[in-house]
T-cell receptor, first 114, second 117 residues
Framework: GENVEQHPSTLSVQEGDSAVIKCTYS??????FPWYKQELGKRPQLIID?????GEKKDQRIAVTLNKTAKHFSLHITETQPEDSAVYFC?????????????FGAGTQVVVTP | GAVVSQHPSRVICKSGTSVKIECRSL??????MFWYRQFPKKSLMLMAT?????????EQGVEKDKFLINHASLTLSTLTVTSAHPEDSSFYIC?????????????FGPGTRLTVL
């Protein structure tokens, strides 16, 4: 089955700096890669996703890159703000062939200090 | 984005009792719903995949007789924790996935905090 590894487990950044979280996956059939943000005690919220036919996607301060050959994808947050502090999860899916089942990474605790 | 509700948000029960958790997609039809369990400071652990009108598919190590899942309609799935014990205490979260053509995105419910005394 799919295995998703996520690094780092914790990330402390100064407000205004950039944050980068990296994930690798094992199943070459995976074709959908979402990123979720979860605040303490709250639901995971989808912040950005990318499909395997695209190498990069950007939404304001957030961007995701995908390298299918190396089987890794990364989340980039620029100009970080205190409200970006949360746990971020990457995930991978084989899409409809597996009912859209997601395999999650272990999560990254991001702390943005003012 | 699409909205998924979950009820109750918090439940405390005595050991040996059963607890039912509801997951609803409010503004879309969910062909597939998923149930996760999350331990403190840990990732989401998939328990089962539920397709409307079909039996749920459970992940390895998840007792299907312990965690009963019903997906009776395109907007409602339920998880019943039977004969709950303290080790079943956890944060349970559901997610719902729209059908074709937007077949990939999963939207999560707010979660249910279960405490078994």
């Amino acid at each position: 089955g799919e295995n998703v590894e996520q690094h780092p487990s914790t990330l402390s950044v100064q407000e205004g700096d950039s944050a980068v979280i990296k994930c690798t996956y094992s199943d070459s059939a995976s074709n959908y890669f979402p990123w979720y943000k979860q605040e303490l005690g709250k639901r995971p919220q989808l912040i950005i996703d990318i499909r395997s036919n695209v190498g990069e996607k950007k939404d304001q301060r957030i961007a995701v890159t995908l390298n299918k050959t190396a089987k890794h994808f990364s989340l980039h947050i620029t100009e970080t703000q205190p409200e970006d502090s949360a746990v971020y999860f990457c995930a991978a899916s084989r899409g409809r062939v597996s009912w859209g089942k997601l395999q999650f990474g272990a999560g990254t605790q991001v702390v943005v200090t003012p | 984005g699409a909205v998924v509700s979950q009820h109750p948000s918090r439940v405390i029960c005595k050991s040996g009792t059963s607890v039912k958790i509801e997951c609803r997609s409010l503004d879309f039809q969910a062909t597939t719903m998923f149930w996760y369990r999350q331990f403190p400071k840990k990732s989401l652990m998939l328990m089962a995949t539920s397709n409307e009108g079909s039996k749920a598919t459970y992940e390895q190590g998840v007792e299907k007789d312990k965690f009963l899942i019903n997906h009776a309609s395109l907007t409602l799935s339920t998880l019943t924790v039977t004969s709950a014990h303290p080790e079943d205490s956890s944060f349970y979260i559901c997610s719902a996935r729209e059908g074709y053509p937007v077949a990939d995105t999963q939207y999560f419910g707010p979660g249910t905090r279960l405490t078994v005394l």
